[in-house]
C-alpha cells in the first residue's frame, strides 16, 4: 500500500489519503513492471508512435545526455545556447526593432501547444522585473486578435513577434501570421525585421519563399509533439525572453524524470499514474477536476486539458480494438471554485475525482503577514479551504489527492509539468493505448475545409443569380449541401456585410420553424 509520497530534497509530495481505497502496488507489480520498462524504451529512442514512425523524445529536451544518438544531443545543446543567445541580445538592445527601438513586448502566434505551454507557464512565473511582456495570439477569433493588437498598437513597432508552426499547415496559425503582416503593414512597419518563426525542419513554413526574410528561426523536431513542446523552442524561447529563468525550468523537469524512474514505491509519476487506473478502472468515462490553490497556477487545469486528454482520450488500443479511453479535465482555482462547482463535486455524481495543488509558500514576504481574523492569516485560510474540501470530500466517499511543492518558481514549475507528462505515458501503458498521436483531431480540421470550400460554393451560386433573394432551403438544393449548414453561413455572411448576402435570404429553410 502507499498513500504518501514525499521527496524532501524539492518539497514534492503527494497525498493520496483522500482515496476511499489505498493504492496497491502489490496487486499491480506487472502493469508497473511493464509501464517502467516501456518508458525506458521511449527514453531509449524506440519507435513510440507507430502510426507516424517516428520517436517520441521530449524527455531529451531536458537531459540532452539521455538522447539515442550524439547528433540528437548537439542539436538539442545547439538550439538551447541559441535561445539563450537571442534572448540576451534582445535584452542587451544588440538587437532592435523595425524602426531601431528596442524590444518591449512579445506576441506568441500558435494554437493548442504552441500556446498552451508558454501561456501556462509564463503567467505562472510572471514578475514585476519582467524584461519583456508576453501576449498571445492563439485562435482565428477576428475579435479577439484585434483586442491584442490593439493592446500592442501604440508599442507595434518595438513588439516581437513568434509564429510557431511544427508542419506550417495550421490554418488557426497561417491566419494569425497573415492578420498580423497585416496589422504590420497597416502602420507601415516592416514585419519581418521583428518576426521569428519556429517551425520543422523542410516544413512549409520553413521552406515559404520568404524563408530569408525572417529575423530569426528556430527548429522543432518530429519527436516533439505539440502538448509536450513547452520545453522546446516553443516554450523557452518566449519564456527566456520574458525573463524566466529557463535552465531552472528544465532543471526541475529533469529532476522529477529522474525521481520517476526510481522504483514503484519512489515513483511520484508512476504512483499518480496508478492513482488515475485505481480510480477510473481502466476505463474511459471518469473525470478529473484539477484544483491549485494558487491564482499563479490558474491556467494549469486548462494546460492538462491537452496534455491528458489529446494523449489519453483514444477510440482504439493499440490491438485496434475500440475501448474509447478518456480522462475528461476541468477546473480553475481554489477557493473560488468552493462557490462554484465543488458543491457538485461532493454531493453529485461519483464519476469524478478530484487532484489539489498545493503551494505553501503564501507569498514572497513572508515576515509581514497581517492576521486578517482567528489569529490566522490569508494563506492560513487558503490552505483550511483546501484542506478542509478535501475532508469534505472524504467523508461523503468520494476520491481526491494533493500534490504539494514549496514554492511557485521557475524549477517547481518544471517538476509539476514533467510530473503529469510522465504519468501520461505510464497511464497509457497500463490501459495499452498510444499516448502519442491524435488522428481524431483532424476529423474537424478536415470539415472545417470542406465547409469553407461550401462556402464559396454558395457565394459562386448567389452570385449567377445578382438580386434574386431566396431562403436557405434553395441555395442548399442548388448547392447539394445541408440546409441547416447553408443557413449558418449565410447568416454568418449577412452579419458580417457580405454585399452578396441580404438577411432575408437566411431567415428560413426547410425544417426550421422561425
Given at each position: 500500500?502507499a498513500?504518501?509520497?514525499f ?6 509530495s ?6 476511499q481505497?489505498?493504492?496497491?502496488l ?9 509501464a517502467?520498462?516501456n518508458?525506458q524504451?521511449l ?8 502510426d507516424?514512425?517516428?520517436?517520441v523524445?521530449?524527455?531529451w529536451?531536458r537531459a540532452?545526455?539521455l ?8 542539436e538539442i ?9 537571442f ?18 513586448n512579445?506576441?506568441v ?18 514578475s514585476?522585473?519582467d ?5 498571445f495570439?492563439d485562435?482565428?477569433?477576428?475579435d479577439?486578435?484585434?483586442m ?12 516581437l513577434?513568434?509564429v510557431?508552426s ?5 490554418v488557426e ?12 503593414a ?20 520553413d ?14 523536431w518530429?519527436?516533439?509533439g ?19 529563468d ?7 523537469a ?12 519512489q515513483?511520484?509519476?508512476l504512483?499518480?499514474a496508478?492513482a488515475?487506473h485505481s ?26 486539458q491537452?496534455?491528458?486528454?489529446e494523449?489519453?482520450?483514444k477510440?482504439f488500443d493499440?490491438?485496434g480494438?475500440?475501448?474509447r479511453?478518456?480522462l ?7 477557493s ?8 457538485q463535486?461532493?454531493?453529485?455524481p461519483?464519476?469524478?475525482?478530484v ?7 503564501d507569498?514572497?514576504n ?16 487558503l ?9 469534505a ?15 511557485v ?9 514533467a ?9 497509457a501503458?497500463?490501459?495499452?493505448i ?7 483531431v ?6 472545417a ?16 443569380q445578382?438580386?434574386?433573394f431566396q ?7 442548388q ?6 449548414l447553408v ?7 449577412a452579419?458580417?456585410?457580405d ?8 431567415l428560413?429553410?426547410a425544417g426550421?420553424?422561425?
Amino acid at each position: 500500500m502507499a498513500n504518501f509520497y514525499f521527496d524532501e530534497a524539492t518539497g514534492l509530495s503527494l497525498d493520496f489519503n483522500g482515496l476511499q481505497k489505498p493504492l496497491d502496488l502489490a496487486a499491480n507489480a506487472e502493469l508497473l513492471q511493464k509501464a517502467q520498462a516501456n518508458m525506458q524504451a521511449l527514453e531509449g529512442g524506440a519507435i513510440a508512435n507507430p502510426d507516424e514512425q517516428r520517436m517520441v523524445g521530449h524527455y531529451w529536451l531536458r537531459a540532452p545526455q539521455l538522447a539515442p544518438t550524439p547528433e540528437i544531443c548537439q542539436e538539442i545543446e545547439q538550439v538551447q545556447a541559441a535561445i539563450w543567445q537571442f534572448a540576451e541580445q534582445v535584452h542587451s538592445g544588440r538587437i532592435l526593432g523595425c524602426t531601431g527601438q528596442p524590444f518591449r513586448n512579445v506576441l506568441v502566434v500558435g494554437i493548442g501547444g504552441s500556446s498552451l505551454g508558454p501561456v501556462f507557464v509564463s503567467e505562472a512565473l510572471q514578475s514585476p522585473t519582467d524584461r519583456l511582456r508576453l501576449f498571445f495570439i492563439d485562435n482565428t477569433d477576428p475579435d479577439g486578435m484585434d483586442m491584442v493588437l490593439g493592446r500592442l498598437e501604440a508599442e507595434l513597432a518595438q513588439t516581437l513577434v513568434i509564429v510557431i508552426s511544427k508542419s506550417g499547415g495550421t490554418v488557426e496559425t497561417q491566419n494569425g501570421l497573415v492578420e498580423v503582416r497585416s496589422f504590420f503593414a497597416k502602420h507601415d512597419l516592416n514585419f519581418f525585421a521583428n518576426a521569428v518563426r519556429v517551425t520543422q525542419k523542410g516544413s512549409p513554413f520553413d521552406t515559404a519563399p520568404d524563408a530569408d526574410k525572417w529575423l530569426a528561426s528556430f527548429p522543432m523536431w518530429d519527436w516533439v509533439g505539440g502538448r509536450t513542446s513547452v520545453l522546446s523552442a516553443v516554450g523557452l524561447l518566449p519564456l527566456a525572453l520574458q525573463g524566466v529563468d529557463c535552465r531552472q525550468l528544465l532543471a526541475g523537469a529533469a529532476k522529477c524524470d529522474e525521481l520517476s524512474r526510481q522504483p514503484a514505491a519512489q515513483n511520484p509519476a508512476l504512483l499518480l499514474a496508478l492513482a488515475w487506473h485505481s480510480l477510473s478502472g481502466g476505463q474511459g468515462g471518469t473525470s478529473m477536476a484539477v484544483l491549485p490553490y494558487k491564482d499563479r497556477l490558474q491556467l494549469f487545469a486548462k494546460y492538462l486539458q491537452q496534455l491528458i486528454m489529446e494523449s489519453i482520450g483514444k477510440e482504439f488500443d493499440l490491438a485496434g480494438r475500440k475501448v474509447r479511453q478518456g480522462l475528461a479535465v476541468f477546473g480553475n482555482k481554489g477557493s473560488s471554485d468552493q462557490h462554484s462547482y465543488v458543491q457538485q463535486l461532493v454531493a453529485g455524481p461519483e464519476n469524478v475525482f478530484v487532484t489539489f495543488i498545493e503551494v505553501l509558500r503564501d507569498r514572497a514576504n513572508t515576515i509581514h503577514q497581517p492576521i486578517v481574523r482567528d489569529e490566522s492569516t490569508s494563506g492560513d485560510y487558503l490552505q483550511a479551504f483546501m484542506l478542509g474540501t478535501s475532508k469534505a470530500l472524504r467523508d461523503h466517499g468520494k476520491n481526491s489527492f494533493i500534490i504539494t511543492v514549496r514554492d511557485v518558481n521557475p524549477f517547481n514549475v518544471g517538476m509539476l509539468i514533467a510530473l503529469f507528462e510522465r504519468a501520461v505515458g505510464f497511464y497509457a501503458s497500463f490501459v495499452g493505448i498510444n499516448a502519442y498521436h491524435q488522428p481524431a483531431v483532424e476529423f474537424g480540421k478536415k470539415a472545417a475545409g470542406e465547409i469553407i470550400a461550401l462556402k464559396n460554393r454558395l457565394l459562386a451560386e448567389m452570385s449567377k443569380q445578382p438580386g434574386v433573394f431566396q431562403p436557405a432551403d434553395f441555395w442548399a438544393e442548388q448547392t447539394a449541401a445541408d440546409p441547416a449548414l447553408v443557413w449558418h453561413l449565410l447568416r454568418h455572411l449577412a452579419a458580417n456585410g457580405d454585399a452578396a448576402v441580404k438577411t432575408q435570404a437566411v431567415l428560413e429553410f426547410a425544417g426550421v420553424e422561425r
